[in-house]
């Protein structure tokens, strides 16, 4: 077993200026699974209710996913969110939140999960985080993603549970508010300082950066003229940057670069079209060839300046 | 002669988070010249008041900049900026403006400067970029910076001035305000789509952006833990981005992209300290060195994902 995810399966009611949907696939583990399996095998740990069928399902079985440790819950129905995104689809106005199952999910981890190389700890309760972190003791490489409310409700267990991670993976304001620094900069030193191999910031429009001990690397985003739908992006990101690590032999700082890179492919294909629908019909050909339009994005010589040879 | 440039020349008084300055050099020519002269002959049109002494025109001088073209009005004062800078140093708060002698200025070109290759027509009055446009009818290239507020109030002789030059360098809320688009990226490409050969969008800490008829580049700001003052840092980008380019014997897109890192450059070390210092005294050492950081940020394999290869 390659990559585990934990997190959240949801089902999403959405409205962007583009359109609307009133019941569609969703949730971090969803969104994060399904952009991982096109570089490695993954399983998800998750919670669903009665209402979780056949359709829903098909979605994760095409792709290959190992849905085993998804419990189902006859008596309760799926985690579900409402939200609307305005003009600038920067932020998301949550109109509903129905936790339902996931009110009182603790995950379950089967003897095959126990043993995943990789492991992602979707945004839940970080006390729950700590147990399955504390479940995957051999695993190679274990991330996280927090949110806002964790930070500013259970502060310190947020940052004990990254202090048993290797990499954390948040967006820019969350990695301010977690270390009351303006500077991203200064707040990123200070979260790789509690021990972590890695630390990834997403920035939405802007791009991402990838904070390691000694070096950084920031790559801009995919220059897309309309965001269609951002639900899940950040996940689909957290997806593609895992599933390539859970690919390659060594987690090394090129390896994790170019994960970078495909975490924000999948990511640009994510936010194309509604929900998962866009990442989910997927092929290699899209993701290689938008690989190869990043590269052409973020290339100049290395011709530094010569006096001499100046007009 | 190579490059031209046509703006502001004034006095600041800044506070920051981290200090003050009651009476410092600046002003859009200013800060451009300054990183230009690194890379080209840069001379200046501008205009000044009694109160420029010899303290100011060293540092002109020292940098081999050529001041015959500045102005100076016995009767008059320099323009005076007032401003002070909150804790994130995203935003200027104008505390104080007295336009003083640059109230009336009439750029006045001498034979010499309409000879000039490149042209920066700085952040004044649209309808006298347009004077100063016509009079360099030979120019190679010419480029121009605008402001929100003649956006919002003189907004056809901004886009008819547009039609006029090569490049227009900008930042993105410039960009939305001047098309009424909130994708930039559509916004770019209706700019361009007004006669320019490139677009450049400054985005602050988030880097820089370059828009061309077939392609598009983008690039991280330099990662400073603290921006000490940000006042200049869009004119010293400038500077460093046409100074760069006027040292090019062809303007195409991989010396454009280049002109991006050294404008990047430039504007990293314009920050880090009040006013002009910092560029001031900087060396061609300090300068290709940072180029090449830039060049690590940036860097990743071109390898695209392999199926076969895959763990």
Chains 1, 2 share one sequence.
């Not at 740990?45 to 359709?55: P, W």
């Not at 990789?118 to 051999?138: A, H, S, T, Y």
């Not at 690919?247 to 929900?275: I, P, T, Y």
Request: proline fraction near 2%.
């Amino acid at each position: 077993m390659s990559l585990l995810v934990v997190g959240s399966v949801a089902f999403d009611a959405v409205e962007t200026p583009f359109g609307k949907r009133e019941k569609m696939l969703g949730g971090s583990a969803t969104h994060f699974s399904l952009a991982a399996s096109f570089f490695t095998n993954v399983r998800v740990v998750g919670v669903v209710g009665e209402d979780f069928g056949q359709a829903e399902s098909e979605v994760f079985n095409k792709r290959g996913i190992d849905t085993t440790d998804i419990e189902r819950i006859e008596a309760g129905k799926t985690f579900f969110w409402r939200g609307r995104y305005e003009y600038d689809l920067n932020t998301a106005h949550t109109l509903d939140t129905q936790l339902n199952v996931f009110a009182d999910f603790k995950p379950k981890l089967s003897d095959a999960a126990k043993k995943a190389r990789l492991v992602f700890l979707g945004n839940i309760q970080p006390d729950l985080q700590r147990e399955v972190r504390e479940q995957v003791k051999d695993a190679e490489l274990v991330a996280l993603d927090t949110m806002n409310y964790w930070i500013g409700s259970v502060r310190d267990s947020v940052i004990k549970t990254i202090r048993g991670v290797d990499v954390v993976i948040i967006n820019d304001a969350e990695a301010r508010q977690l270390t009351d620094e303006a500077s991203l900069i200064r707040a990123a030193r200070k979260i790789l300082s509690w021990g972590l191999r890695a630390l990834v910031i997403k920035r939405g429009e802007y791009g991402a950066a990838l904070f390691t001990k000694d070096a950084y690397f920031a790559l801009p985003a995919y220059p897309l003229e309309a965001v269609f739908d951002p639900t899940g992006a950040g996940d689909t990101f957290a997806g593609g940057f895992m599933g390539y690590l859970a690919s390659q032999k060594e987690f090394d700082e090129a390896a994790m670069r170019r994960a970078m890179v495909f975490g924000s492919v999948m990511a640009s294909f994510n936010v194309e079209e509604f929900g998962t629908e866009r990442v989910a019909r997927l092929n290699y050909d899209e993701i290689n060839a938008r690989f190869r339009a990043f590269k052409q994005i973020t290339h100049f010589d290395d011709a530094p300046f010569d006096v001499i040879a100046a007009v």
